[in-house]
Each structure stands twice: as C-alpha cells, then as structure tokens.
C-alpha cells in the first residue's frame, strides 16, 4: 500500500474572493521528490503555504502524514521563497542553521550540545562552515539558500516543502541543493518542490504535479511529463507551446 506524506482532498483558495487554486486532490508519495510546475500565478506557492497553514482554504483541507491538525507540520521543513525572508535580520549564519533545532525543543528551552553538533554537520552537508560566524545578510544568494537548506537539515525533518529553491543561484549550489535532497531522499526523506526550469524535471524530480489552479496532471515523471500535458498549462501564458 502507497503511503503519502502529503494529501489535499477538494482543496481551494481564493484572494479577495477570487479563485486561485481550485478543488485540489494531491497524493506525495512518502519519499518522493515531486515537483510543483506551473505558469506564474498557476497558485504554486499558494498550495504550499495551504498545506503549511499559513493560509486558510475557502473549503477542503491538507494533510501531513494523515493529520489535518496543525501539530503535524513538525515534520515538515520549510523553506519559503529568498522574497519572503527579511534578511536584514540580525544573525549569523550558526544561528540561523541553530533555529532548525528549536521545533524539538520545550518552551524556553535552550538549545544543547547535541543541537549544535546537529547544527555544525547541516552547515558541513551544505559546505557552508567556514561561513558559521558570518551575518546572513552579507552572504550571497546562493550562499543564503544553503544556509536554509541546513537549517532544513538541522530540522531532521521527514518532509521538505520548498519555494524555488533554485531560483536565481549559481550552478554549484543547484548542483548541491539537488545532490543533497537525493541523498535525504535515499533515507526516505519526502520532497515537495515548487521548480521553475521545466527542462531539468526529468533530471531532478521522480514526481511531478502540473498545476494552472486545477490539476492539468500529476503522478511519475515518465508518466505525465508530456508535451501535451505541459502545453496545456503554459499555452495560454505564452505565445507558443512549449518545447524541451
């Protein structure tokens, strides 16, 4: 029997009373990596910050590991979109990674050894330890993306939900992003990517969601990754239809 980490079930949302995605059903296979696709405002992240309670549906709900309650997002990891941080905050790099722990911890209570050394070896996962004393404001974009992608790690989360996590990053760092969530996926870890570049799904991702506020297709890449599929979630954004 399929297990899912993640379920919608008749799922919307709608701003200022207008529909942005519209009765979702989504099945995440636990220990997938399955992307999100879609044109801008097809409602990619608004499905993400619905399954995160960060907004609430007009009607159906989400699911993490079968729980619709709110206490079951401590499995889950979150990494929003670069746009939405305030990196302006004062904070270095350690102690932003050092944050990841604090899901586990009690009211008040202050993280540990056994929290820092967690910390130290997300920072080491994501080759980011000479940076450790650094202010996170003055790393590069790429550089702040790691840093979150340890704080992720330090999380020891079993689910990953992320927001263009490789939007605007240097090679290297997509390189690594993606190198790592195969190697958390390879102990069973779940991903679900909000991605923008169409031509590296194949490459990236065993699952795949192609959404334009109602679900054009969803299931294995080698299933539903079609030109035709694509097309009729990008045509009417572009002049053209897409091609790979």
Excluded: C
Excluded at 22 to 36: H, M, N
Excluded at 64 to 71: D, L, R
Aim: glycine residues 6%; charged residues 25%.
């Amino acid at each position: 029997m399929i297990e899912h980490a993640i379920s919608t079930k008749n799922l919307s949302v709608a701003y200022s009373d207008k529909p942005v995605i519209w009765k979702l059903d989504i099945d995440v296979e636990k220990g997938s990596r399955t992307a999100i696709v879609g044109p801008n405002g097809a409602g990619k992240s608004t499905l993400i910050k619905a399954i995160m309670k960060l907004v609430k549906p007009v009607s159906g709900e989400s699911a993490v590991s079968g729980s619709t309650h709110k206490s079951a997002l401590k499995e889950v990891a979150y990494v929003p979109q670069k746009g939405e941080v305030n990196w302006d905050f004062p904070a270095t790099v350690f102690d932003v990674v050092l944050m990841g722990r604090y899901v586990h911890k009690g009211l008040f209570k202050r993280p540990n050894k056994q929290d820092k050394e967690i910390a130290l070896q997300a920072l080491k996962t994501m080759k980011m330890t000479q940076f450790k004393e650094r202010q996170i404001s003055e790393l590069s974009g790429g550089q702040r993306q790691r840093v979150f992608l340890a704080r992720a790690i330090a999380h020891d989360a079993n689910i990953y939900i992320m927001d263009e996590p490789l939007q605007g990053i240097d090679i290297t760092t997509e390189k690594l992003i993606i190198d790592t969530m195969k190697k958390l996926q390879a102990d069973g870890k779940t991903f679900l990517v909000v991605h923008h570049n169409l031509n590296t799904v194949p490459d990236y991702f065993n699952r795949v969601i192609i959404l334009n506020k109602e679900i054009i297709a969803a299931g294995p890449v080698e299933d539903v990754w079609t030109e035709d599929n694509i097309n009729a979630a990008y045509y009417e954004k572009s002049d053209e239809p897409w091609t790979s």
